[in-house]
């Protein structure tokens, strides 16, 4: 077990009102096992800014940067017609299925709630689960949209070439395209 992790445990939770026993904060930390380490501090961090109160794991848990947008930013990624396109993640996917015939009903706020109310419970049931973040392409009919998409998808290291190729065999990517993904994984390598 990591000690300096267990010392941080220890005194985010002193900072939040909460003095853990060693055995408490050996347990706690190994809740948080199976995550990345990084991804953990970066959440303590979050949790002595943020946590009113005694400090769960629950609140490391849901301030953990895996690289999933928060809701607002996933419903804002979304295209509500067959022309655009974006790429999102599953539980981005998941959550717009369970609200699309709302939203085109015409109740764009309700459908808004019921996806932020969704898509927090996915994210919340995949973190959990130790799943690391998919993203994939939903391409639209406008090649202009498309390479827009995949392009800014590449330049934030979202896609591959693999996952692009998996996604839209039929429809090749750009030169420019390409070109981002391959920097995008130099800077992640």
């Not at 948080?32 to 490391?60: F, I, M, N």
């Not at 959990?128 to 998919?134: A, G, I, W």
């Not at 065999?169 to 395209?177: G, K, L, R, Y």
Request: proline letters at 5%; one cysteine or more; aromatic letters at 4%.
């Amino acid at each position: 077990m990591n000690s300096e992790l267990l010392k941080a445990v220890a005194v985010t939770a002193e900072l939040c009102g909460r003095v853990l026993s060693p055995e408490a904060a050996a347990v706690f930390v190994d809740d948080l096992s199976g995550y990345p380490e990084a991804h953990v501090v970066g959440a303590l961090r979050r949790c002595r800014k943020e946590v009113r109160g005694v400090l769960t794991v629950q609140d490391v848990v849901s301030r953990l940067d895996d690289g999933r947008p928060t809701a607002a930013e996933a419903w804002a990624s979304l295209t509500f017609n067959e022309r655009d396109s974006t790429v999102w993640t599953d539980e981005a996917a998941q959550a717009f299925g369970i609200v699309a015939d709302i939203h085109e009903n015409g109740d764009r706020v309700g459908a808004r709630l019921a996806f932020i109310a969704a898509y927090d419970r996915l994210v919340a049931e995949a973190r959990d689960q130790r799943c690391p973040v998919n993203w994939t392409p939903s391409l639209g009919s406008d090649p202009a949209g498309r390479e827009a998409a995949l392009a800014q998808a590449a330049r934030l290291g979202r896609i591959g070439k693999e996952q692009l190729a998996l996604a839209s065999p039929d429809v090749p990517a750009s030169p420019h395209v390409l070109q981002l993904i391959a920097h995008a994984t130099q800077r992640a390598a």
